[in-house]
């Protein structure tokens, strides 16, 4: 069986990626340019690649370790807020930049959609000197955030951990992370960097745009030949798995109450990870990362409850 089908019931998940501050402005309808907007402002910890950590610790997933480069302003809020939500913090401080932040301005009308401003800072610096091959001793599957591939030092930390990773058969999953880069990158250069990934996990909007196709299932199913195992990841239209150049699955979505989409995607690839560390097949896995996505969206920030804390 493919490596991206079939997944170890034992052993940890390593996520590198991006981690970030997020600051999230919930405001009502549209912005009024020039003058002020009421909203509800909040400091958060975010980043696709740590949020997508702790949804996998929150959804069972024992061992969860995370790599990624954080400012010095910051290091030690993160590395306590991703052990308050049971993720190792493999944290590399960068003296010369700071952490990354987010601004996320959510509408609160009935979509709850989000627009990001987003100064990578420290996350985009990772580079290969930040591994060690050691990192994957006891992980069953390594998952790395797309955000690295926006910068040559990271999109370089990508291939020596892949190559690490195929060394040892360690699977590997990739979440593309945002149309507004991919634009820039290329949807050709995109596919040739990830070359070797065995699970891809696009939402609908960069799915179409890294195949041309305006339908999410050819989208998917196009994909699929590129990669064993794709996952589109399509909001309240559920999820579509798809495997050599046919969608084989169509999840529908977990009904939901929308306060807040940010970090949606990335609880629905966390949850889905611990699935299959767990041993699930990627359709079930795929339930599982429906119903931590509609959760998500029912909370302000892109992180689950906390241990120990109401949901």
Known sequence: MDRGVTAAADGGLLVVGDVVTDVVARHRGPLAAGTDTAASIRRLPGGAGANVACWAAYEGCGDVRLLGRVGADSSDWHERELLAHGVRPLLV????????????????????????LTDSGASLRAQP?????????????LHLSGYLLFSEPSRALVAVALAAAHARGVPVSLDPASAGFLTALGAGRFLGLVEGVDVLLPSRDEACLLTGMPDAADAAAELSRHVPLVIVKQG???????????????????????????????AFTGAFLAALVAGASPEEAVAQGCRAGAAAVERVGGRPPRAGCDA
Do not use: H, K
Request: proline share 6%; aromatic share 2%.
């Open 129 to 141: 000197g930040d591994w060690s091959d050691t990192l994957l001793d006891g992980v069953a599957r």
């Open 93 to 116: 401080v960068d003296r010369s930049a700071p952490t990354g932040t987010v601004v996320c301005l959510v509408d609160t009308g009935a979509s709850a959609e989000r627009t990001f």
């Open 236 to 266: 309240a239209e559920g999820a579509l798995v798809a495997r050599s150049g046919a969608v084989c699955a169509r999840l529908p979505a977990v009904p939901a109450s929308p306060r807040d989409s940010t970090g949606a995607g990335d």
